[in-house]
T-cell receptor, first 115, second 116 residues
């Protein structure tokens, strides 16, 4: 079974631009969540989607948004990029439904550098 | 306020010995805990988890212990191997229905170095 797939793996953007990252969850998984990893802040939760609905959102500005499609694939978008948005963006998937003891599996991440 | 804490930024052990990584949490609503291993430039890899109804879970060389009264868990790796060298993250979540439980709260990680 294929794992969580994220594209692109690496990208460089200029301040003020916007970026869209894509994530395909493990087959059969309906919950997709996004995390940002930076050296100073560690792994920070961005948002989580299930059945195309956002169920939870972390403490990030409105420039960070996401969505989930009917096939469970997800995208996240960052508008008006700032230097501080440079980070590893991780997508994770789980079976979804109720939180229960479902394990969350991560993709390889998308490295975003803002210059 | 950091709800999951890994107070040791780094740990160095000899090959073949035991590695013990510690994690403390403050949120009493957390009742499911996971450990992830992470290499640079890669996503976290799930290692082992434990529910609060248990105090121990074992999978091969990895054992996680949970002391719910102390809000403390630890990951034991025996025997340690050079390939175990990585950053280890402790993560926690609640399992009751509710928006806040649809996410993991992570510690800052512990860099484990296993020396040959």
């Amino acid at each position: 079974k294929a794992g969580v797939t994220q594209t692109p793996r690496y990208l460089i953007k200029t301040r003020g631009q916007q970026v869209t990252l894509s994530c395909s969850p493990i087959s059969g998984h309906r919950s997709v969540s996004w995390y940002q990893q930076t050296p100073g802040q560690g792994l920070q939760f961005l948002f989580e989607y299930f059945s195309e609905t956002q169920r939870n959102k972390g403490n990030f500005p409105g420039r960070f948004s996401g969505r989930q499609f009917s096939n469970s694939r997800s995208e996240m978008n960052v508008s008006t990029l700032e230097l501080g948005d440079s980070a590893l963006y991780l997508c994770a998937s789980s079976e979804g439904g109720q939180p229960s003891g479902n394990t969350i599996y991560f993709g390889e991440g998308s490295w975003l550098t803002v210059v | 306020d950091q709800q999951v804490k890994q107070n040791s930024p780094s740990l160095s052990v000899q090959e073949g010995r035991i590695s013990i990584l510690n994690c403390d949490y403050t949120n009493s609503m957390f009742d499911y805990f996971l450990w992830y291993k992470k290499y640079p430039a890669e996503g976290p890899t799930f290692l082992i988890s434990i529910s609060s109804i248990k105090d121990k879970n074992e999978d091969g060389r990895f054992t996680v212990f949970l002391n719910k009264s102390a809000k403390h868990l630890s990951l034991h790796i025996v025997p340690s191997q050079p390939g175990d060298s990585a950053v280890y993250f402790c993560a926690a979540r609640g399992t009751n229905s509710g928006g806040s439980n649809y996410k993991l709260t992570f510690g800052k990680g512990t860099l484990l170095t296993v020396n040959p």
